[in-house]
């Protein structure tokens, strides 16, 4: 190969690194914009309410066991003593309903828009309370209805509880002593004799504010949950998904119908492991994420660059026309220009739309360059149009997530098919040689007149 043209492509190599350097730069930038907007939403979480998890009811029922210790002394004698211990037990509901409307709003800070809603829910279920199977001498206390709630800021109004028709009054608690369930919520059963076995039937209406996510967990024997909002991009996410579901664009009707044979939350709550408890999620996610989208376009901005780079070397040893490094620089950071442009429109309009304006204007800027660079109007246009495909076809990458790989993959196919069919005829040998001859000769020759001329 001709020394020439080793010392073009590596040049360009080196000019490549430094575009990617300055990519590298501006997906920084869009990580630091990803982190204000995270920021955003915990300064509105800790204002409003955070995401929302509800577990309960709960049915405990405390108890104090005398228990006699038996000891043998010196000489062989008993030697009986007594201590008590307070403890307590959880029973599970048989069947568990919760009716619920969720009302998404948004709130903002600074540029940043965030999601939060309100659940209106009826809970309703019933409890089958068996014999308690503990012997000695056993003293119940009051058992009473227990709920956790993430967080209990989220409380709009005043919520309404009662058992077997009997209105009873929620009170917020710190903790409890259940197991290693900690109920920030009770209502206490003062009516219910302990350890008797019978039936009691409950009813909640329960208003909750949260931000962005919604948790239920199925505690009871038979769940049954049923969720409606007018949001139209629900994202169903935790253990089980809806046994049935219709998403439109006016929002969304979702039921869950699940088994403790099918959920380990019982045996979670009784066994010191709640973190990860079993449950239903609804997560209100914004139909288009600017910084996703962002992410992903400026990750395809290596191939911009490669494929801009390499069209014009190829141009230079096809149309025997140099291209100077500093010209290949310019190029180069007005394509890392457009998505510095795309990130900060986006901020502020709808992404097609910021998507649109940053590549019309890159598109139409390095056009007008190219048409003097190239010293053809008709080779600049050519750039520009090849850039207006390649700049269509990454939206459509964008926009459809699902058919990424498989469109990219056609893509690449058909540059590198382009590519080939373009310098199928190319000698590579002589067009080196004929490159050099033609640098030689332009030091030499006045350039010819610019387009404008």
């Not at 089958?128 to 503990?134: D, E, Y």
């Not at 973190?275 to 395809?300: C, T």
């Not at 939206?395 to 790989?405: F, P, Q, R, T, V």
């Not at 056609?410 to 050099?436: C, N, Q």
Request: hydrophobic letters at 45%; proline letters at 5%; a neutral charge.
């Amino acid at each position: 190969m001709n020394k020439m043209v080793f010392i073009k492509m590596l040049v360009v190599s080196v000019l490549t690194g430094i575009i990617l350097i300055a990519l590298a730069a501006v997906y920084g930038i869009l990580v630091s914009r990803e982190s204000y907007r995270e920021d955003a939403v915990k300064s509105i979480s800790d204002s409003y309410a955070g995401s929302q998890q509800l577990i309960g009811p709960i049915l405990v029922q405390p108890y104090t066991q005398t228990v006699d210790d038996v000891a043998i002394g010196d000489k062989g004698e008993r030697r009986v003593t007594s201590h008590k211990v307070e403890s307590s037990y959880l029973i599970f509901p048989s069947s568990l309903n919760i009716h619920g409307a969720v009302r998404p709003s948004e709130r903002h800070h600074g540029l940043y828009k965030v999601t939060v809603y309100e659940l209106e829910s009826h809970i309703d279920g019933t409890f089958r309370i068996p014999a308690s199977g503990l012997t000695g001498q056993i003293t119940y206390g009051v058992p009473y209805l227990a709920l956790r709630l993430s967080d209990v800021r989220g409380i709009v109004g005043s919520p309404t509880l009662s058992a077997n028709d009997k209105q009873l009054q929620i009170t917020s608690v710190a903790n409890d002593s259940a197991g290693s369930w900690k109920p920030n919520l009770q209502a206490l059963l003062s009516g219910t004799p302990g350890g008797v076995p019978s039936s009691l039937n409950f009813a909640i209406d329960l208003t909750v504010a949260g931000t962005q996510q919604l948790s239920l967990a199925p505690v009871a024997t038979t769940n049954r949950f049923e969720l409606t909002s007018a949001w139209p991009t629900p994202l169903f996410d935790g253990k089980f998904l809806p046994r049935t579901r219709e998403v439109t664009g006016k929002g969304f009707h979702a039921v869950w119908e699940i088994s403790s044979l099918a959920a380990a939350t019982q045996s979670q709550m009784t066994t010191q492991n709640t973190a990860g408890i079993d449950s239903i999620g609804v997560k209100l996610l914004n139909p288009i994420d600017p910084y996703k989208l962002s992410d992903r376009a400026v990750k395809y901005g290596v191939l911009f660059v490669l494929l801009t780079f390499g069209g014009f070397f190829l141009f230079e040893i096809v149309k025997r026309l140099p291209i100077h490094p500093v010209q290949y620089l310019l190029v180069g950071f007005g394509l890392t220009l457009f998505f510095l442009l795309l990130i900060s429109l986006s901020e502020h309009i709808a992404f097609a739309a910021a998507y649109l304006i940053a590549s019309a204007a890159c598109i139409g800027l390095l056009t007008y360059y190219l048409c003097f660079v190239l010293r053809s109007v008709v080779y600049g246009a050519w750039f520009g149009s090849m850039l207006t495909v390649l700049y269509a076809a990454i939206y459509g990458l964008l926009i459809s997530e699902d058919n990424a790989l498989l469109l990219g993959s056609m893509l690449l196919f058909v540059l590198l098919a382009g590519i080939m069919i373009a310098t199928r005829k190319v000698d590579w040998y002589r067009g080196s040689a004929e490159l050099m001859t033609v640098k030689a000769a332009q030091s030499t020759v006045p350039p010819p007149p610019h387009p404008e001329d």
